[in-house]
């Protein structure tokens, strides 16, 4: 094992709690680490390939955590469309490796945090677009039009037998980094054309403390990782503008017009967050939530956008 892997972040042997996290390189696993950094947190990256089983088990004996945590994941670069092409690259660590993990972590009696996808749901008749039916944890998914939703909408129905994970369904995220490429935000201002369809988002700087409380609490199942209600792309837009850069505009295109862009089609939904706000009853609606955690920190900053 890489040496530099296993040794602790803030040297502290003194804290009950040890994360081990998986997504090293990503978005979602480096922020984790500032997180854990900067609530003292002891923590090591794992070296291991998700779905080589003796790597993760090399990792739990040496690191030994309390929490697991798996932030590793194929989102398909530059967007998922990717994963129609590359299946069996994507079956690899969304399928098999994650099972492998919740399986190794089960076994050696470990909580995991597993940072999934609520892109396995589309508004329809029962759950119609602004009607505020949101879709609950239990709802049998209804999404499977790209490959990476499908995949995920299956881990999570085999997951979720196993009572150690807890899974986290975030949707779009955004976070108030508008360098960061996955951010939503920095997605859809550097689109062409953009589509307008309510839908549940996560804000990543509020609720990504809040899943370290959640392995805290030892908290399990699956759970909607989003700000409660639903925002519009042109909500976001129109805040980005007001806040941000004044000169800012922006092409709307229908979901016919999109689909001639994309492979895959998109999941467009809602999620019922009520389970997470009982549990985390200060979590705010995603505007209130972009406006304090998103635009208020990136007042009058266009540059912030433009950093590739
Ligand atoms: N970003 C989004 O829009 C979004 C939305 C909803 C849910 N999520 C979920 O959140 C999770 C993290 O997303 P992210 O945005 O942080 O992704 P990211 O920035 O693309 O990072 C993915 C991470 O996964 C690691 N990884 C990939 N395959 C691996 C494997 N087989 N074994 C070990 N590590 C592996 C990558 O490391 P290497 O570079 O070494 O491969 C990288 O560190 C994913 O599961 C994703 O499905 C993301």
């Known amino acids: 094992m890489d040496a530099t892997a296993t040794t602790t972040a803030n040297g502290s042997a003194a804290q009950p709690l040890k994360f081990l996290i998986y997504g090293r390189t990503g978005w979602i696993g480096g922020l984790l680490g500032k997180l854990c950094e900067a609530q003292n947190i002891d923590y090591v990256y794992g070296s291991g390939r998700l779905e080589n089983r003796v790597s993760l088990e090399a990792d739990i004996e040496e690191v030994r955590p309390t929490h697991v945590f798996n932030a590793a994941g194929v989102l398909g670069v530059p967007t ?27 076994e050696k ?156 089609p998109r999941s467009n939904c809602e999620l019922d967050a009520t389970k997470l706000k009982r549990e985390f009853p200060q979590i705010l609606s995603i505007k209130d939530s972009l406006i304090k955690y998103v635009f208020h920190p990136n007042r009058n900053n266009p540059a912030a956008s433009t950093i590739l």
């Open 109 to 264: 009696g470990l909580l995991l945090i597993y940072y999934s996808t609520g892109c396995i749901y589309e508004y329809d008749s029962t759950h119609p677009l602004g009607s505020g039916l949101g879709y609950v944890e239990e709802d049998p998914t209804n999404f499977a039009g790209s490959f990476y939703s499908k995949t995920k909408a299956m881990v999570e129905e085999l997951v979720k037998k196993y009572e150690n994970v807890c899974t986290l369904r975030g949707r779009m995220p955004i976070s108030s980094d508008l360098s960061q490429p996955n951010n939503f935000i920095t997605k859809i201002t550097r689109y062409e054309k953009v589509v307008n369809i309510p839908n549940s988002m996560t804000i990543v700087d509020e609720l990504l403390p809040i899943s370290i409380e959640m392995a805290k609490r030892n908290l399990t199942g699956i759970w909607n990782f989003t700000n409660p209600g639903v925002v519009t792309h042109n909500e976001v837009l129109e805040m980005y503008r007001d806040y941000v850069d004044p000169s800012f505009t922006w092409n709307n295109f229908s979901l016919d017009e999109q689909a001639k862009v994309i492979i895959a």
């Open 80 to 106: 998922v469309d990717w994963c129609e092409s590359h299946k069996v690259e994507t079956i690899r660590t969304n399928v098999i490796g994650t099972l492998t993990l919740a399986d190794v972590c089960m």
